[in-house]
């Protein structure tokens, strides 16, 4: 069974259709990479699957539940859990404090959101820095963070947000080999991401957004051979 299955979902904001007629869908334990252009529609669709909008047309099915009209915290507490393309984590509480906030999804008790809290800080290699002011970080270390605060939730799906924007090389193939971590524990993700190389690497397929419709679907060596991909994102070179 599929665990997300987006069904003809469009937005639109006033004569602007950020989504038109967008469908695909995802089985348990895969990555789906999510690309296009600036401006595709990408992050509003992220928002209409994670009850942030509800999508103008069309449907959202999560795990066999009709997702439309759920509000962010209920479609959170059914599984699915999302990143934020400009992360604000609550810069002056700790690390392990952010997560907890997370945690507390999961349970009312402080101790036992502690612990959830410590575990995935530890699963994004940010232990060395649990006590630390989230605020101080650095941006590489921001973006594990909100990771850390969104896995906390215990989601079935992730939808993950350009978390390798505005990193360098090194930063970004740690969160490469998160991503990649995180698959192993068995939940699904969908990544947005702009570095192709990335994308490539760890998504099983690919769903290319273009002026808010799907433009193709395919595994990743299909997608960068399709002269339609080429022609409005990723050019000849
Ligand atoms: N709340 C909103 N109100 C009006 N227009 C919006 C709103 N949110 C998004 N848009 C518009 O919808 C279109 C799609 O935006 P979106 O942020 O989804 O693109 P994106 O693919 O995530 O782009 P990027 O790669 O730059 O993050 C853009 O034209 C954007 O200006
Ligand atoms: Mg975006």
């Known amino acids: 069974m599929a665990i997300l299955e987006i069904k003809h979902v469009s937005k639109f ?40 909008y509800p999508p ?16 962010p915290d209920a479609v959170c507490k059914l599984g699915m859990a999302r990143t934020w393309q400009k992360v604000r984590p609550l810069a002056k509480m700790t690390v392990v404090d952010n997560v907890m906030v997370g945690a507390l999804c999961r349970t009312n008790s402080l101790k036992k959101a502690r612990e959830l809290a410590m575990e ?3 699963v994004v290699r940010l232990d060395h820095r649990a006590d ?36 360098n090389p090194a930063e970004s193939e ?7 971590d995180i698959r192993k524990l068995g939940i699904t993700q969908m990544v947005i991401e702009h570095d ?17 419709e799907k433009l193709a679907e ?20």
């Open 196 to 212: 192709m190389k990335a994308i490539m690497r760890i998504s099983d397929r690919i769903v290319v957004l273009n002026s808010g």
């Open 56 to 71: 103008s047309k069309g449907e959202v099915i999560f795990d066999g539940r009709r997702m439309n009209g759920l509000q």
């Open 13 to 52: 904001f006033g004569g602007l259709a950020a989504n038109s007629d967008v469908s695909f869908e995802m089985s348990e334990g895969m990555i789906m990479g999510l690309i296009g252009p600036n401006g595709a529609g990408k992050t509003t669709l992220f928002n209409c699957i994670t009850g942030y």
């Open 132 to 167: 630390f002011l989230a605020g101080g970080l650095p941006i590489g270390e921001r973006k594990k963070l909100e990771v850390a605060r969104v896995l906390a939730t215990q989601p079935k799906l992730l939808l993950l947000d350009e978390v390798m924007g505005g990193l």
């Open 218 to 237: 395919g595994e990743p060596q299909e997608i960068v051979s399709n002269p339609d991909v080429i022609a409005a994102y990723l050019g000849s070179e």
């Open 174 to 180: 740690e969160i490469i080999r998160l991503i990649l």
């Open 120 to 122: 995935q800080v530890r």
